[in-house]
């Protein structure tokens, strides 16, 4: 098989709804390329670079962890994203932490297709500056394996007055955006989900030399008239109707 014909192959291996991050395009093609001369002469040199290239992650561990936010933190787990703000309007600031496992760019579960999940925690914050764990969703974030072979799709969190936002992209094979937003509800001292937004590009066919490379393809937005109420410890990323 020539490397041209196992790239091509590997640049269509699309997971978990086929739903990647622009700066690492152009190193994925080179290791994908490297990897592929290093093995061409095994037969099983396809499986082998898929192997490896699976588990590429873009979210590194984050080496200095607030004091009062180890605690939260899982034995054999690390944290990739911490975001603050004011997730319920009392005037304090809240956290989000998504975690990993750090065995997960290592742990090949591809025979069951169970790739390791990513626990998002909800803190909020108290009056004496502690932490109180308020709700832990392991289906909030894609896994690391869920942008198919352009890598980790997920791109971070946000949260500001009352709202909080997980964000997720690729730019490869594919390029689409998706940013899914929760709201809290005073009345029911709840999250809800308040809206998801997904966008994803195609390339312009345009012979204009001054054309802009991509063209927006599908601008869809969601709110609840669509996919109903759902609170945050009740969200799935992983069923398209959220729940």
């Given at each position: ?138 289906n909030a974030v894609y ?70 490379a991509l063209v927006l ?27």
């Open positions: 098989m020539n490397k041209l014909l196992i790239l091509g192959s590997l640049l269509i291996l699309i997971s978990c709804g086929n739903k990647t991050n622009d700066k690492n395009v152009e190193q994925t093609k080179d290791t994908l390329i490297s990897k592929i001369s290093d093995k061409e002469q095994s037969t099983s040199s396809t499986i082998d670079t898929i192997e490896i290239r699976k588990h590429e992650t873009f979210n590194e561990n984050i080496d200095s962890i607030p004091e009062v936010l180890e605690p939260f933190i899982p034995k054999n787990y690390s944290a990739i994203n911490i975001s603050s703000g004011d997730a319920n309007l009392d005037g304090l600031t809240d956290k989000i932490l998504v975690l990993r496992k750090n065995t997960e760019e290592t742990t090949s579960n591809h025979a069951e297709d169970k790739p390791d999940k990513r626990p998002l925690l909800l803190l909020l914050g108290q009056p004496d500056n502690s932490y109180k764990l308020i709700y832990r969703n392991d896994c690391i394996d869920c942008g198919g072979v352009f890598g980790d799709p997920f791109t971070g969190t946000t949260i500001k007055n009352g709202y909080f936002s997980i964000e997720h992209g690729i730019a490869g094979g594919q390029h689409w955006e998706q940013v899914v937003t929760f709201k809290y509800d005073r009345s029911k001292k709840n999250w809800f989900l308040y809206k998801d937004h997904y966008v994803s590009y195609k390339l312009n066919e345009s012979d204009d030399p001054d054309a802009e393809d599908v601008d869809n937005m969601e709110t609840s008239k669509e996919f109903g109420i759902i609170s945050f410890e009740k969200f799935n990323i992983y069923n398209e109707d959220g729940n």
